[in-house]
């Protein structure tokens, strides 16, 4: 499949954040961190807020639950207009029924893995997920390094997902740039999850095309 953009508004300017969507509008999907500073230590926007970009973006939100009990809150996120919900593994009490829900509500669903978590605890139960994040950086803060040797469990979840029936996407989330971009889709990655390489630069719509234009020179660009 095509190689897909997801600028992430955890490094946009919060002040001026219509500005920043209005500015990656030529990306595949606007990545909405959610935080509630127990799962992470970090606290993020919330639902009112995710209801009102998902009316200004111009292309589909993926909202990504990095929060205790997604299991009650995932579910609002579709009906606040989310076309995808990401929630983790290692914060559901039911990942599999809740997988469900999110999809019966109507969305695509993700389930996202911290680093240490093994990529192999998913291999029996990709077909109920649209898509698998595999977190390249500790979770909770923008602008970290990839962590390199997560490349290698991206390749083994490619080569799992090749062996099972139905398009299921992987997405790195995390420390992904234009240095390192071939790196990761060459690993397998479909969508890359991108953040202080879009936001941190003078024109986001710019370092939006050039990463595009770095994907197309891999197999899949």
């Not at 994907?215 to 899949?220: D, F, M």
């Amino acid at each position: 499949m095509r190689i897909q953009i997801a600028p992430s508004i955890l490094s946009a300017d919060l002040v001026n954040l219509e500005r920043d969507i209005e500015a990656v509008s030529d990306a595949d999907w606007l990545h909405v961190d959610v935080m509630d500073g127990h799962f992470v230590p970090n606290l993020t926007l919330g639902l009112p807020t995710v209801k009102r970009i998902v009316k200004v973006s111009k292309i589909p939100v993926d909202v990504h639950l990095m929060i205790d009990d997604p299991d009650r809150w995932a579910p609002m996120y579709v009906e606040a207009g989310a076309a995808s919900v990401t929630f983790h593994l290692e914060a559901a009490l039911a990942p599999i029924r809740l997988a469900r829900e999110i999809r019966r509500l109507g969305a695509r669903v993700g389930v996202a893995l911290r680093p240490a978590t093994p990529v192999e605890s998913i291999f029996e139960y990709l077909p109920e997920f649209d898509m698998v994040v595999v977190m390249t950086v500790e979770p909770g803060f923008g602008g970290q390094p990839l962590l390199e040797t997560i490349l290698e469990k991206i390749r083994a979840l490619r080569k799992a997902i090749n062996s099972v029936d139905g398009e299921i996407w992987i997405a790195a989330d995390g420390g992904v740039t234009t240095d390192n971009i071939v790196e990761v889709i060459d690993a397998g990655a479909d969508v890359l999850v991108v953040g202080t390489a879009i936001f941190g630069k003078d024109n986001p719509g710019v370092e939006v095309a050039t990463l595009r234009q770095r994907a197309k020179g891999t197999p899949y660009g």
